[in-house]
């Protein structure tokens, strides 16, 4: 008998579900919270309770959305240009060079410019890329494991580097920001620059068709056609973009880029055209999940997303190590 | 018509293709012939825009390769290499369908779905044409890339070992199909062979390349000889007439 992928074709249907399944959440979510909101309060007019309605809830809900989507799908993005299903912008040390990015801005600039701590963010972001693409291109092995640890290690230097200046410039508190990522703080006029990063999300899936044929390899791609470097290229700087203005936003958030693109594919395969915009819905599903959750367990105290979305994500990440080791990495 | 000039390509000091002419007229089946290193595959690769040569030009129907854009070319010129991995999880038909791209971009049209199907169907894919490729076996594996190239339905196919990991069966009906494509549909394919018996029976011309340079080209007739053979591989090679087909036995 043949056996068959996990889930078949994605049928529109299987996305209409998913999206339906978030719509629910995210209304649901909009109750959860200190401040006084509920759906008869809504119902009513009450002026409060709109207030916070516009001000915090649906702002911080826009927030989750917007980067559970963009980071998955950069992380999706990314795993298709490096060749490799564990290079993400967790692992390719993109998101440690954002937020050293921030810091040097912070310093130069000041904290309040934001729209500078962006584009420094973003040059950051990209060059951190670019180099770590320029070490994976003189490295003689291409192991599944070895090229994200050089990747990991890679981060953390320039981590520590992060940490050592801001040390230096008594800015360990606001470090603290973008390091660990925290949708709390997320109010109205705080988080619209995501935005940039869902519009990116968007132009990713008009290259969806380029993005998979780059994954097939230098060969394959040049055979099609396809404009190779200038492919990856494209994916690259999309990735730093996202990731930037995530750091910026919100605050570095792990594993979401790493393993949510890794359950999408194992399910319906490596064809971007579907496994896109599945990604991106099973992106926002699950950081909503880990927000929500976070909410939850200390209610009226909250944990940050980071932290909900490490725990469950190095528990995950483990499992999909262990399952690569069993079917040979492939 | 292919057009390849005075091509050069080296690997630090030692020059794998030197300064290799040859003119490869349309139609027809070419098989190129030679021990390991000969650079039967660089040149190919060099042919295809795959490697960028050192010296020398190679033109497609007059299209230079090194500048004509490559989704042009694309649509003329298909190639498949010898050592295909591929890291990205697609299915069957997934893949073949990524041979109409150079035609049609993402969006396929019903003629494309018919070709990708017809392309299916002749390499015997059917029933895994909704399986990923990480779960054939190398010889299906191998079909299901070849299919994708001639779904590409181009002029020009070079192919480096077509016959890479295929049984005897699949082997035959892979060059079959080939001699099929030149003879009906007037394509023109070159391929690197190690089976010399299977390009005595399947091509119009041989190339046989040594040390990086062309030492024999012509007719199959004329490249079946032991002489040719023997200064080819520097083995002794037996060549018999089997069936009306000239046949080397090497193996003993």
């Known amino acids: ?330 | 018509m292919i057009e390849i000039k005075d091509v050069t390509k080296r690997y630090g000091d030692t020059a794998v293709v030197d300064g290799v002419s040859l003119t490869i007229a349309p139609g027809g089946v070419t098989s190129i012939i030679g021990a390991n290193g000969a650079g039967k595959s660089t040149l190919l690769s060099v042919v295809s825009r795959l490697t960028p040569a050192d010296g020398g030009t190679v033109t497609v129907d007059g299209m230079d390769v090194a500048t004509t854009p490559g989704d042009r070319l694309a649509r003329r010129l298909a190639v498949l290499r010898q050592d295909n991995h591929m890291s990205v999880r697609l299915t069957v038909r997934e893949l073949v369908a990524f041979g109409r791209f150079p035609h049609s971009g993402g969006r396929l049209t019903a003629a494309d779905h018919e070709l990708v199907d017809e392309a299916i169907d002749y390499f015997e894919l059917g029933d895994l044409a909704d399986r990923h490729l990480d779960q054939l076996s190398g010889g299906q594996r191998q079909r299901a890339y070849v299919a994708m190239v001639l779904c590409q339905d181009t002029d020009y196919v070079l192919l480096d070992e077509p016959l890479n990991n295929l049984d005897m069966r699949h082997s035959v009906q892979m060059m079959r199909r080939l001699r099929r494509m030149a003879d009906d549909y007037g394509k023109t394919v070159v391929m690197v062979v190690h089976d010399i018996n299977f390009a005595s029976c399947h091509s119009d011309t041989i190339v046989a390349m040594k040390r990086g340079s062309v030492i024999a080209r012509g007719t199959t007739a004329e490249m079946m000889t032991p002489e040719v053979l023997n200064a080819v591989y520097d083995l002794d090679i037996d060549v018999h007439e089997i069936g009306g087909r000239r046949i080397g036995v090497y193996f003993s």
């Not at chain 1, 470090?175 to 620059?193: H, I, K, N, P, Q």
């Not at chain 1, 995501?194 to 380029?210: E, F, K, Q, S």
Request: hydrophobic share 55%; glycine share 12%; aromatic share 8%.
């Open chain 1, 1 to 330: 008998m043949t056996r068959r992928p996990l889930l078949g074709r994605l049928r529109a249907w299987h996305l209409a579900a998913g999206a339906a399944l978030l719509a629910v959440l995210a209304a649901g979510s909009l109750f959860v919270g200190v401040g006084d909101l509920t759906p008869a309060g809504l119902l009513h007019g009450r002026p409060e309770d709109l207030r916070v309605l516009v001000e915090s809830r649906l702002p911080r809900l826009l927030a989750v959305v917007l980067a559970g989507t963009a980071m998955s799908v950069a992380g999706l993005v990314m795993m298709h240009i490096t060749g490799n299903r564990f290079v993400s912008p967790s692992t390719a040390g993109t998101s440690e060079s954002a937020s050293f990015g921030v810091l040097l801005a912070t310093l130069l600039a000041g904290g309040e410019a934001v729209f500078v701590k962006m584009a420094v963010a973003v040059a950051f972001a990209l060059l951190g890329t670019f180099f770590f693409m320029w070490i994976l291109r003189r490295l003689t092995f291409r192991d599944m494991i070895l090229v994200p640890l050089v990747g990991i290690m890679f981060g953390g230097v320039i981590g520590a580097a992060t940490t050592f200046l801001a040390y230096r410039a008594d800015l360990l508190q606001s470090l603290g920001a973008w390091t660990s990522g925290d949708f709390s703080g997320v109010l109205r006029g705080r988080y619209e620059l995501l935005w940039i990063a869902g519009a990116v999300t968007v132009l990713g899936y008009l290259y969806a068709d380029r993005f998979t044929v780059a994954g097939m390899g230098r060969s394959f791609a040049v055979n099609l056609g396809v404009r190779y470097d200038r492919v990856v290229n494209t994916g690259l700087v999309l990735t730093g973009v996202i990731t930037a203005v995530v750091v910026v936003t919100v605050g570095e958030i792990p594993f979401v880029s790493l393993i949510v693109p890794n359950l999408v594919t194992l399910a319906l395969g490596d064809n971007l055209r579907h496994a896109l915009p599945a990604t991106a819905l099973a992106g926002a599903l699950f950081v909503l999940l880990c927000d929500v959750a976070g909410r939850v367990v200390r209610f009226p105290y909250e944990i940050p997303v980071s932290t909900v979305v490490g725990v469950v994500g190095s528990v995950v990440f483990l499992g999909l190590l262990l399952r690569g080791r069993r079917t040979g990495l492939r």
